[in-house]
């Protein structure tokens, strides 16, 4: 992970980077942000070293892109609009719900290409080509049969993700 964090626009000081191993057999893997990220025992039993620098640099692009802090931001917003709309349209708190996580949905979609081509920029910076992180999903989908999308998923298609990445 190092050569990887040394990397990113906006470094971390190994120091300030603490990767916790959470035990669960599924394959995953997140970024809390301020350099913390989780990794599944389902992940480290599973994946090759390849596979491991695709989802690390994937989880390092959403800290350097700080995803985490604009979610946080963008939820505490879409709460005071929901607060707001039902002030003036009484009874609308039934409804804004359901447009905040289509919202909420589209925005963290976006922000998954995002951490995709960005991980591909750090992997590019360490040495490796985009075929690191082309194969990481691809192994995805394979093992976990990948994500489906669709406007309820907070993240797009793992074969989505796949054919925008072979664009760049």
Do not use: C
């Amino acid at each position: 992970m190092a050569p990887l964090v040394s990397h990113m626009n906006n470094p971390r000081p190994l120091s300030q980077v603490r990767v916790r191993i959470m035990d669960d057999p599924q394959i995953n893997a997140a970024s809390a942000g301020g350099g913390e990220f989780y990794v599944t025992r389902g992940l480290l039993e599973k994946a090759n070293d390849e596979h491991l620098r695709g989802v690390l640099a994937h989880e390092l692009a959403h800290d350097d892109l700080g995803h985490v802090a604009k979610a946080q931001t963008l939820g505490a917003g879409l709460n005071i609009g929901m607060i707001l709309l039902d002030q003036i349209f009484p009874g609308s708190g039934k409804l804004t719900p359901i447009a905040g996580v289509l919202v909420a949905n589209s925005y963290s979609r976006q922000e998954e290409y995002e951490a995709d081509r960005h991980g591909v920029d750090i992997l590019a910076r360490a040495g490796y080509s985009k075929a690191v992180m082309i194969n990481t999903l691809t192994w995805l989908l394979q093992t976990s049969g990948g994500s489906g999308g669709g406007m309820l998923a907070t993240h797009p298609g793992t074969q989505e993700r796949i054919d925008a990445l072979k664009k760049l």
